[in-house]
């Protein structure tokens, strides 16, 4: 099988010739390079280890561009402004010019859209066409990318210090954006007979749930990255008896780090565990921990942990227990309850916030979570209804034309290759080919789960 040179140098500073498009990063590679070389019957491998190659480069890229002046003056001003709020709430003085003040998550499908999941989301989209702090990375890939350091992953994980590490990083990406970040509860898309239809997979919320996201409103988002998904490929989705099983464990060291999460037995599991089903159900660009934040409903799963976290920490304060001062103690590396929470660049002149003051009650009441959905009226939803039998909230289903996605496609003309959008339906069929094409993406090592619902179909997507 034949190469093309010319597409096998092709990088990120060429401009390209015919209908190509420019081929600026891995994004553009795997939409356009392979479905080129595929189409004119080049040789797939090479152009696999071009665009692999291409994705090296740009995360030693993200690296460099996090050491600039520019990004550390304004992650060290979103720092400020989450540590002004703290000390604003314990002086009870109004909000000071750093801070957003208190802010009320509600569930994503809570009315009204406008106000709530519509608000969140040009936020979003406000953030991602920016290019304020650096010319080659938009303002939200920048906060994207606090959570890929190789040194703040192993304090962000595998422990106590989890729950302080993302709860700051919630509060630092709403200063960022000005506005709450609504959570997503798994609990009603668990409770349907097929997840995979349920409304947040639709133009209105997410966005199609298989491949290359390409239609609702975070399709053509400026990205190094592109989103992609695999739902339902294995772990599950969180559920009602999931959230009561992790509110009925009895310390904070269970709650926080019990078990193993490969284990099977999810009965053993911390609550971390079950946010790390809910990331490898959904699968692709949001497994592993290098790009999870790089696909935008990250930050609404994330409140929710958080949420079922902060119920917890109630729970004990009625009890009499404050869970700042019983942070759990077992030796885990960075997870000591006098650890600084590590933001990557460091900051000289930002005071660190440590975990144990991550559990502490001044940072979380800068925070408060509506309800949620409960029957009978859940929320007053239009996207979700009351099943009177299970007492559950469940939630409705997508529409017939949510069930079909665009997808590039490419021709060879007599001037060269076109590139063409049709429309495919939105199911693992669609993954199965992106797969075949590019083979494994080199997004590097993902959240691993021993247990799984069996509705799953067990194919999640292989990194390397």
Not at 68 to 84: F, M, P, T
Not at 407 to 432: C, Q, W, Y
Not at 450 to 456: C, E, L, Q
Request: charge should be neutral.
């Amino acid at each position: 099988m034949k190469t093309d040179n010319d597409l096998l140098k092709r990088n990120s500073s060429v401009e390209s010739n015919g209908d190509l498009p420019k081929i600026r990063n891995y994004a553009d590679c795997i939409i356009y390079d392979l479905v080129e070389a595929e189409v004119r019957n080049f040789s797939l491998t090479e152009i696999r280890q071009n665009c692999n190659d291409l994705f090296i480069q740009q995360t030693q890229i993200w690296k460099t561009n996090m050491e600039d002046n520019n990004v550390a003056n304004y992650v060290g001003h979103l720092l400020r402004g989450v540590h002004s709020g703290i000390t604003d709430y314990q002086k009870r003085k109004k909000r000071s010019i750093f801070g957003i003040g208190v802010l009320t998550r509600k569930e994503i499908r809570e009315p009204p859209y406008e106000d709530n999941w519509g608000r969140y989301f040009k936020a979003v989209r406000r953030l991602k066409q920016s290019y304020d702090i650096r010319p080659d990375m938009n303002t939200y890939d920048v906060v994207a990318n606090l959570h890929t350091a190789d040194k703040v992953i192993p304090t962000a994980h595998d422990g106590p210090g989890f729950f302080a590490w993302h709860r700051e990083y919630l509060r630092i990406m709403e200063t960022a954006l000005g506005c709450p970040i609504p959570y997503w509860d798994t609990t009603p898309d668990h409770a349907m007979n097929d997840p995979t239809e349920s409304v947040v997979w639709s133009d209105k919320y997410f966005g199609n749930g298989y491949g290359i996201v390409q239609n609702g409103i975070m399709k053509n988002l400026p990205t190094l990255l592109p989103i992609i998904r695999n739902i339902n490929s294995a772990a599950w989705l969180v559920s009602k008896d999931d959230i009561k099983m992790a509110l009925e464990k009895p310390t904070l060291y269970e709650f926080t780090e019990s078990s193993p999460c490969t284990k099977e037995d999810r009965t053993q599991y911390s609550w971390e565990c079950f946010h790390k089903g809910i990331h490898d159900w959904i699968s692709g660009t949001i497994g592993p921990s290098n790009t999870t934040t790089f696909d935008p409903i990250f930050f609404p799963i994330h409140a929710f942990i958080d949420k079922i976290f902060e119920i917890y920490r109630q729970k004990l304060i009625s009890k009499g227990i404050d869970p700042a001062e019983h942070y759990p103690t077992k030796s885990i590396k960075n997870h000591g309850p006098d650890h600084k929470m590590i933001w990557v660049p460091i900051f000289p002149d930002v005071e660190h916030l440590t975990n144990r003051q991550g559990y502490g009650h001044e940072l979380a009441a800068l925070t408060k979570y509506s309800y949620g959905p409960v029957c009978p009226h859940c929320m007053n939803s239009a996207d979700l209804y009351c099943d009177a039998s299970r007492q559950l909230c469940v939630s409705k289903e997508r529409e017939e034309k949510d069930k079909y996605v665009m997808t590039t496609t490419a021709t060879l003309t007599p001037t060269g290759i076109a590139f063409t959008d049709i429309l495919e339906p939105d199911n693992h069929i669609r993954v199965k080919r992106l797969i075949e094409r590019t083979g494994r993406f080199p997004f590097g090592k993902k959240f691993n789960v021993g247990s799984r619902d069996v509705r799953t179909r067990n194919d999640e997507i292989s990194v390397l």
